[in-house]
């Protein structure tokens, strides 16, 4: 089962600031990475797929890079409604993992 | 617009047995895989299980592998869960996800989940 681990933990972060979330591979996932957003007491919210590519609707603030390993999301400048958790799910090899979340907070 | 309504959800013993069930509406099911993620209180994410649009490819998390089983009726677009043997782990919201694709294994579309607490 490849593991994949998000840090930081908590970001702590002021509106308009640029958010940076690692998430990391046990091995290697190729490209083979998606990020979700989830909110309090909603379901997540799939953000990217394939370590870049932005789902339907998804603002351009928000990007992904990457690659075998180690990826990034990055939000560009924070809008009061990124304030979430942020999940990493790979799908290169089965079972499917998501990491454990980071949790982007209001400074 | 996707809608996916789950329900079947309750308090159950240990040992016991529960049914979950998936209402999609607003896509061709059949033309997509399905899954079930769930997450615990307060917890993250874990998928728990995925079948592929013609129920030819099936796949489990390992810590329900052998107690928990996938179907789909595409003629009713619905998927379920059968879950047997359930443990005090198992305690969790359940969410019905649609992929982004025939089995690309990415989540595009989730419903609001129902609740399995199991306890004695």
């Known amino acids: 089962e490849i593991v994949l681990t998000q840090s930081p933990a908590t970001l702590s972060l002021s509106p308009g600031e640029r958010a940076t979330l690692s998430c990391r591979a046990s091995?290697?996932?190729?490209?083979?990475l998606a990020w979700y957003q989830q909110k309090p007491g909603q379901a997540p919210r799939l953000l990217i797929y394939?370590?870049?590519n932005r789902a339907t609707g998804i603002p351009a603030r928000f990007s992904g890079s990457g690659s075998g390993t180690d990826f990034t999301l990055t939000i560009s400048s924070l809008e009061p409604e990124d304030f979430a958790v942020y999940y990493c799910?790979?799908?290169?090899?089965?079972?499917?993992?998501f990491g454990g979340g980071t949790k982007v907070e209001i400074k | 617009e996707v809608h996916l309504v789950e329900s079947g959800g309750g308090l159950v013993q240990p040992g016991r047995s529960l049914r979950l069930s998936c209402a999609a509406s607003?896509?061709?099911?059949?033309?997509?895989?399905m899954h079930w993620v769930r997450q615990a209180p307060g917890k993250g994410l874990e998928w728990v299980s995925g079948?592929?649009?013609?129920?030819?490819?099936?796949d489990y998390a390992d810590s329900v592998k052998g107690r928990f089983t996938i179907t789909r009726d595409n003629a009713k677009n619905s998927l379920y869960l059968q879950m047997d043997t359930l443990r005090t782990e198992d305690t969790a919201l359940y969410y019905c996800?649609?992929?982004?694709?025939?089995?690309?294994?990415?989540?595009?579309?989730w419903g609001q989940g129902t609740t399995v607490t199991v306890s004695s």
């Open positions: 996800v649609k992929d982004t694709g025939g089995g690309y294994a990415y989540f595009s579309a």
């Open positions: 607003g896509f061709t099911f059949d033309d997509y895989a």
């Open positions: 079948i592929s649009w013609n129920r030819h490819d099936i």
């Open positions: 091995q290697s996932v190729s490209a083979y």
């Open positions: 394939d370590t870049s």
């Open positions: 799910q790979q799908r290169s090899n089965w079972p499917l993992t």
